[in-house]
């Protein structure tokens, strides 16, 4: 796979979208909320946010006890949803869509994730059939790319229950 970039992305300290944002279009709540900030969105093209890892999260009650580790697993999810937060906003019609994370492909973890690490995620828009897109993401923590993956998101078309958009 292509590098999206070969050092980790800048962050700003200015939310572009903060984290009460995210919620409104993500329909994960804790403890799968994966986002808490979104720093760098151009709509068609590329998104960055960031994900602070405490000693909290509760997956690592079992992953594991005596050395908390990030499951790979979820850092693909972070990405994915960062991919869902890219695709909804780069759609023209965001009406009563949802973003859903329908596949993988060349996912590879590079670098473990700790508390007090911070998971930075770049991701951009390889390409768009119809409803179905196609996005390339990293996740760094510092300047070390800690994975990477391609992943596939589709914007349904049914509303969630209850929201209004």
């Known amino acids: ?9 800048s962050v700003s300290t200015a939310p572009v979208l903060d984290f009460e944002q995210i919620r409104e279009i993500m329909v994960h709540r804790f403890p799968l ?14 998104l960055v946010a960031l994900k602070n890892i405490t000693g909290n999260e509760i997956w690592f009650l079992g992953h594991f006890p005596k050395q908390a580790i990030m499951p790979g697993v979820l850092m693909i999810e972070a990405m994915a949803q960062v ?17 859903l994370f329908t596949g993988i492909d060349r996912g590879k973890f590079r670098r473990q994730v700790t508390p007090g690490d911070q998971l930075i995620m ?20 510092d300047k070390a790319l800690a994975a990477e993956a391609e992943l596939q998101v589709y914007l349904a078309d049914n509303p969630r229950e209850g929201q209004k958009r």
């Not at 909320?33 to 590329?46: F, I, S």
Request: net charge positive; proline share 7%; hydrophobic share 40%.
């Open 33 to 46: 909320l994966m986002l808490d900030r979104v720093t760098v969105l151009e709509k068609g093209a590329r």
């Open 122 to 141: 770049r991701l951009e828009i390889m390409r768009r059939r119809g409803p179905v897109w196609r996005v390339r993401g990293q996740a760094f923590v």
């Open 83 to 99: 991919g869902g937060v890219l695709v909804y906003y780069s759609d023209t019609v965001k009406l009563g869509k949802t973003p």
């Open 1 to 9: 796979m292509k590098p999206v970039q070969s050092s980790a992305p």
